[in-house]
């Protein structure tokens, strides 16, 4: 069974750092590009960032470009993503999740599965 | 920045009906669109994609169709277990998602 778990949410102050963590299992991750997204409460979802399965292309939205960075490790089965210079307004739920895998290979920017989300609240 | 605008807002039906949800775009997407269906407490669950295939295990009585601006989704019959949030996300330019439909029990 595909899982991705995601960890390292909390409270942080505005202009702080977290470090968030997803961990997968059931599929081999050096074969699928994955992506983060976030939601805030009574929100649609919101694309953060694309990082191919090697890892060698990575892309981010505006809303996040310059602060965020994406990073994974395949051996460890484990994808990152660091936040710096937090906002409130980058509070919300944030989910790991992996390009759908369709009957003819991968959609890319298309997502399932998704994890249950950490909670990030950016507050002072 | 493509904006997606799904109507209506909340859809209030019984079970066994038949239910249709709309999402515009402010420029064409051609037919790179899916849709999303969420429950409280849950992440989205991927049902449609382009606008018209069906992701795995999806039930048959979930369709979509569309291209360019303008996309529907149906669900030819309602379940119990169908009364949640259905979000609609192109990937045809930049990737966004819209504010998401509502169906409720009426």
């Known amino acids: 069974e595909v899982q991705l778990v995601e960890s390292g949410g909390g409270l942080i102050q505005p202009g702080g750092s977290l470090r968030l963590s997803c961990v997968t299992s059931?599929?081999?991750?050096?074969?699928?590009?994955m992506n983060w997204l976030r939601q805030a409460p009574g929100k649609g979802p919101e694309w953060l960032s694309y990082?191919?399965?090697?890892?060698?292309?990575?892309y981010y939205a505006d809303s996040v470009r310059g602060r965020f960075t994406s990073s994974r490790d395949n051996a460890r089965n484990l994808l990152f993503l660091q936040m710096d210079g937090l906002r409130a307004e980058d509070s919300a739920l944030y989910y790991c999740?992996?390009?759908?895998?369709?009957?003819?290979?991968?959609?890319?920017?298309?997502?399932?599965?998704w994890g249950q989300g950490t909670l990030v609240t950016v507050s002072s | 920045e493509i904006v997606l605008t799904q109507s209506p807002a909340t859809l209030s039906l019984s079970p066994g009906e038949r239910a249709t949800f709309s999402c515009r775009a402010s420029q064409s997407v051609a037919k790179h669109l899916a849709w999303y269906q969420q429950k409280p407490g849950q992440p989205p669950r991927l049902l449609m994609y382009d606008p018209s295939s069906r992701a795995t295990g999806v039930p048959a009585r979930f369709s979509g169709s569309g291209s360019g601006t303008d996309f529907t989704l149906t669900i030819s019959s309602l379940e119990p277990e169908d009364f949640a949030i259905y979000y609609c996300q192109q990937r045809g330019n930049g990737i966004t998602f819209g504010g998401g439909t509502k169906v409720e029990i009426k």
């Open positions: 990082i191919s399965g090697s890892g060698s292309t990575i």
């Open positions: 059931g599929f081999d991750l050096n074969n699928y590009a």
């Open positions: 999740a992996r390009d759908y895998e369709g009957p003819v290979g991968s959609v890319r920017y298309t997502f399932d599965p």
